[in-house]
């Protein structure tokens, strides 16, 4: 399901975004997002291939998905094209819209935040319920906001 742009993490625009992900990460966490070294296409890859999810989105006024890995992308059940042209919003259920917004501002307060959970749902309609996940602000080379990136591998699917 990964569709046309079968490869993201190939493109020049994902390996600097990927650079973004993990350097922000490291800023605030104190803990790196991944295990070793390697080129920046190498960690590109390496962060699109993780056994985790890992999302962000942009700082527009609604913003919009502009990464998802492969685990990300099979959860939601959505191709590259499509989750990266969808409002973060929406992969919350609008009633738990107001608890996602205030946990938004809190982690642009302080720079980030651990252990949320939440339930969200697939392009499916498939409810799962996430836990444990870190959600951090992604900074740019010169230590810009330039969006906010999320992080977890423990999720149960609802039935």
Same mark, same amino acid.
């Given at each position: 399901?990964?569709?046309?742009i079968e490869f993201p993490w190939q493109q020049e625009a994902i390996i600097l975004h990927s650079q973004?992900?993990?350097?922000?990460?490291?800023?605030?966490?104190?803990?790196?997002?991944?295990?070793?070294?390697?080129?920046?296409?190498?960690?590109?890859?390496?962060?699109?291939?993780?056994?985790?999810?890992?999302?962000?989105?942009?700082?527009?006024?609604?913003?919009?998905?502009?990464?998802?890995?492969?685990?990300?992308?099979?959860?939601?059940?959505?191709?590259?094209?499509?989750?990266?042209?969808?409002?973060?919003?929406?992969?919350?259920?609008?009633?738990? +819209?107001?608890?996602?917004?205030?946990?938004? @501002?809190?982690?642009? %307060?302080?720079? /980030? $935040? #651990?252990?949320?959970?939440?339930?969200?749902?697939?392009?499916?309609?498939?409810?799962?319920?996430?836990?444990?996940?870190?959600?951090?602000?992604?900074?740019?080379? +010169?230590?810009?906001?330039?969006?906010?990136? @999320?992080?977890?591998? %423990?999720?149960? /699917? $609802? #039935?």
């Open positions: 399901m990964i569709s046309v973004y992900l993990i350097n922000s990460f490291q800023h605030w966490m104190r803990n790196s997002l991944l295990d070793g070294n390697g080129s920046p296409l190498e960690t590109a890859q390496a962060l699109f291939e993780a056994p985790f999810v890992l999302v962000s989105h942009g700082t527009e006024s609604d913003p919009i998905f502009n990464y998802g890995n492969r685990k990300a992308l099979e959860l939601w059940e959505l191709s590259w094209e499509e989750f990266t042209k969808m409002p973060s919003r929406r992969s919350a259920e609008e009633v738990v +819209q107001e608890e996602r917004d205030r946990l938004l @501002a809190e982690a642009t %307060t302080k720079g /980030f $935040i #651990t252990n949320y959970c939440g339930i969200r749902t697939s392009s499916n309609g498939k409810r799962f319920y996430i836990e444990d996940t870190i959600l951090w602000n992604v900074l740019d080379e +010169q230590n810009q906001y330039y969006g906010q990136a @999320a992080f977890f591998s %423990t999720w149960k /699917f $609802i #039935t």
